[in-house]
């Protein structure tokens, strides 16, 4: 089992809808969860983070956490055409030491 | 804030050139850098991490000796790739994370180097 998966994709969208984005990872004890925004050519970009249980909102953006189904999403509302990029799913781990760990991201592609 | 740059943003060179990337943290203090690399449509592959004024961690079947990594203050990191050869070319991208070595803080990406190697 990956310690942080993520569904390849694509997840295609229309203009406007809400686009989900899910991440689910091992270990129980990981204690920092962040969401990356990446187009292509271009380097991550850090657009959400989420240290417990809940929802948090950023504008369109709205990251969820759940420690004991152990996982996280990000919901994107009103999604755009120039929403289409690469999501990845980071969680840092405690493993004695803290070891971030990415997943291999989302694509997401948001139809005009 | 959180502001990483990295330079430069492209490189051309021949064959058995050596090319050094920077990467500075402009904001804040980063004791602890990240080189990656990435293909296309691949994922982010991470290289070495790079903690201030202390030698760089590199990950399995990373050549030290290719890739030489110098973390001399904390905020700013050098990625040397030496004798580079075509199948080096690549997209070189640093990151950079405010706090100690033991920190749950979220990394800071530069924009990344794209290396060809004729």
């Known amino acids: 089992q990956k310690e942080v998966e993520q569904n390849s994709g694509p997840l295609s969208v229309p203009e406007g809808a809400i686009a989900s984005l899910n991440c689910t990872y091992s270990?129980?004890?990981?204690?920092?969860f962040f969401w990356y925004r990446q187009y292509s050519g271009k380097s991550p970009e850090l657009i959400m983070s989420?240290?417990?249980?809940g929802d948090k909102e950023d504008g369109r953006f709205t990251a969820q956490l759940n420690k004991a189904s152990q996982y996280v999403s990000l919901l994107i509302r009103d999604s755009q055409p120039s929403d289409s990029a690469t999501y990845l799913c980071?969680?840092?781990?405690?493993?004695?030491?803290?070891?971030?760990?990415f997943g291999a991201g989302t694509r997401l592609f948001v139809k005009a | 804030g959180a502001v990483v740059s990295q330079h430069p943003s492209r490189v051309i060179c021949k064959s058995g050139t050596s090319v050094k990337i920077e990467c500075r943290s402009l904001?804040?203090?980063?004791?602890?850098m990240f080189w990656y690399r990435q293909f296309p449509k691949k994922s982010l592959m991470l290289m070495a991490t790079?903690?201030?004024?202390?030698?760089?961690?590199?990950e399995q079947g990373v050549e030290k000796d290719k890739f030489l990594i110098n973390h001399a203050s904390l905020t700013l990191s050098t990625l040397t790739v030496t004798s580079a050869h075509p199948e080096d070319s690549s997209f070189y991208i640093c990151?950079?994370?405010?706090?100690?070595?033991?920190?749950?803080?979220?990394?800071?990406f530069g924009d990344g180097t794209r290396l060809s190697i004729l």
């Open positions: 989420i240290y417990s249980n």
């Open positions: 904001d804040f203090q980063a004791t602890t």
């Open positions: 790079s903690n201030e004024g202390s030698k760089a961690t590199y």
């Open positions: 980071v969680v840092i781990l405690n493993t004695g030491g803290f070891k971030t760990i």
């Open positions: 990151s950079a994370r405010t706090g100690s070595h033991y920190s749950n803080q979220p990394q800071h």
């Open positions: 270990d129980r004890g990981s204690q920092s």
